[in-house]
């Protein structure tokens, strides 16, 4: 009872105060505690990699940054620098971060006070009828005698600023932030992807280059042997069959290159637009060199790529963001403080000033307590966790499908180049083969026809090296791909959920 008539005894105001400031400080308690999501972030990953190797040599980060330069050739970093400078999907990301960036600067100064001006003039004529509102003295409101025209104007200023006791703004302005550094990872990303698409495409020219070199040089040897056999059809050693024979293989000879032509027009015009330009640079449609095959870069520990891959990162960051704006949500529950204050002049255009006080000030505190809503803050909190819930599984998502990229790229090498060996091994065979082939029928001890099978198991053996040799190259650029580029000083950092990569990768050699 005793409580009960100590409330009694007090006035009501001072009672409704105390209950108000009570619950207050305990929402505000409750708002402030913190929420432990860091245990549902944890991803189990394999301590190696399944597909890689245990001869390895280091390799510095910062090799690995610019990988592309590990081929040694002047056109692949001259296409890449062009790329970088004038892509037109590189230019929409950087645009993407500086808006975001933009409206984080601009959520955050949400946390200081804000202040507005207005101001107003006001012309009243009488154009007809009595005169109205007139003193004793015959004066009107102005203290003057009665005019046509009246002139008032009015100037003031609004401050106001929230109080954030719940977090809202602080947590607007977390998100805002990280928001500005998902659209830096997408930077990062597409500039990354941007150029892995410019060496592969390049690599895919050289390789579409190799093949119409070979088709090439197996038209002018079927030209050749056509009329070789023409030659001997007219000495009498040839039969017709043989002739149309020859010709049948060399018009199928001469029918595979638009094919190969169009291939190397097609890259030519996707590096143009890689490069941001319309018309292919026809000094690539020259082959100068070959496919280089290049040693390969590999995380000693899958956890690197946690730290490289740019859509791990911003999954990272997402997860970041959506705890934010659930915190947002959650701040909204509670009540809103603020302190407001206005000042004001007001004065007359025309005769004399205005009676009283010219200028008023006012201020004080305000509150905003949600009342009754339906439901619907409670349901936005719920929405919002949700959503944080889907941003964990996106990233654990993003983290297996990282090591699933590796773990692919790492076989897909080690098959290529074991492809690739034992294509060597077949054109060498191939090779000899044709030569007895030859011999032989310029000796008269074997028919054309295996003089035609020689040959065309050769030049096959050539194509399926060409094929082979592109592969293995474009397979490196699928692992630097999957691997990520190591973060550099241009690079925002990441909220920390894993654990840092070693400071060195390796290469298979």
């Not at 009872?1 to 001072?14: E, F, V």
Request: net charge positive.
């Amino acid at each position: 009872m005793r409580p009960y008539r100590y409330m009694q005894d007090q006035p009501t105001l001072t009672v409704l105060l105390r209950c108000a400031a009570a619950g207050a400080i305990a929402l505000a308690v409750s708002g402030c505690i913190p929420r432990d999501r860091s245990a549902q972030l944890s991803v189990t990953l394999p301590s190696r990699w399944s597909n890689g190797q245990t001869s390895v040599q280091a390799l510095a980060q910062t090799e690995l940054a610019t990988w592309w330069r590990r081929y040694r050739d002047p056109e692949i970093n001259r296409l890449v620098d062009s790329a970088l400078a004038a892509n037109p999907t590189l230019d929409e990301a950087r645009e993407r971060v500086f808006a975001a960036r933009s409206l984080a600067r601009a959520q955050g100064a949400q946390r200081l006070p804000t202040v507005d001006g207005a101001a107003s003039a006001t012309l009243q004529s009488r154009l007809s009828g009595p005169t109205q509102g007139l003193n004793a003295a015959g004066e009107d409101f102005f203290g003057e005698s009665p005019r046509s025209t009246v002139g008032v104007f009015q100037a003031g200023f609004d401050a106001r600023w929230e109080l954030d006791f719940f977090g809202r703004v602080r947590n607007s302005a977390l998100a805002a932030e990280h928001a500005a550094l998902v659209a830096s990872e997408e930077l990062h990303d597409a500039r990354f992807i941007l150029i892995a698409e410019v060496v592969r495409t390049y690599l895919e020219l050289r390789g579409a280059q190799g093949r119409r070199a070979v088709i090439l040089r197996e038209i002018a040897a079927r030209r050749s042997l056509l009329d070789s056999v023409r030659v001997q059809q007219t000495a009498g050693t040839s039969s017709e069959f043989d002739v149309q024979r020859a010709r049948s293989t060399y018009e199928a000879a001469r029918a595979r290159a638009p094919a190969a032509d169009l291939a190397v027009r097609v890259a030519l015009q996707r590096l143009a637009t890689l490069a941001g330009s319309a018309r292919p640079d026809e000094r690539l449609a020259t082959r100068s060199r070959g496919i280089g095959i290049i040693s390969t870069a590999v995380g000693p520990l899958p956890t690197s790529i946690l730290r490289w891959r740019a859509d791990i990162r911003r999954a990272e960051v997402v997860i970041a963001q959506r705890a934010a704006e659930a915190d947002v949500a959650e701040a909204d529950l509670y009540p809103r403080f603020m302190l407001a204050g206005t000042l004001d002049i007001a004065g007359n255009l025309l005769g004399k000033p205005l009676l009283g006080t010219p200028v008023t000030l006012t201020g004080g505190p305000a509150i905003s307590i949600p009342l009754v809503d339906w439901g619907m803050r409670a349901n936005v909190v719920r929405a919002r966790e949700a959503q944080w819930r889907e941003a964990v599984a996106a990233y654990r998502s993003a983290v297996l499908r990282g090591v699933e990229d590796v773990e692919i790229a790492l076989a897909t090498i080690r098959a290529t180049r074991s492809r690739l060996e034992r294509q060597s091994t077949a054109v060498t065979a191939a090779s000899r083969a044709l030569d007895l082939a030859d011999r032989q029928y310029r000796g008269g001890l074997t028919g054309l026809t295996e003089r035609l099978q020689a040959e065309t198991d050769l030049r096959q053996a050539e194509l399926d090296l060409a094929d082979a040799r592109e592969g293995a190259a474009v397979a490196s650029v699928g692992l630097f791909k999957a691997l990520g580029t190591p973060p550099g000083p241009d690079r925002p950092a990441a909220p920390r959920t894993a654990p840092e990569p070693a400071p060195a990768i390796a290469v298979l050699q």
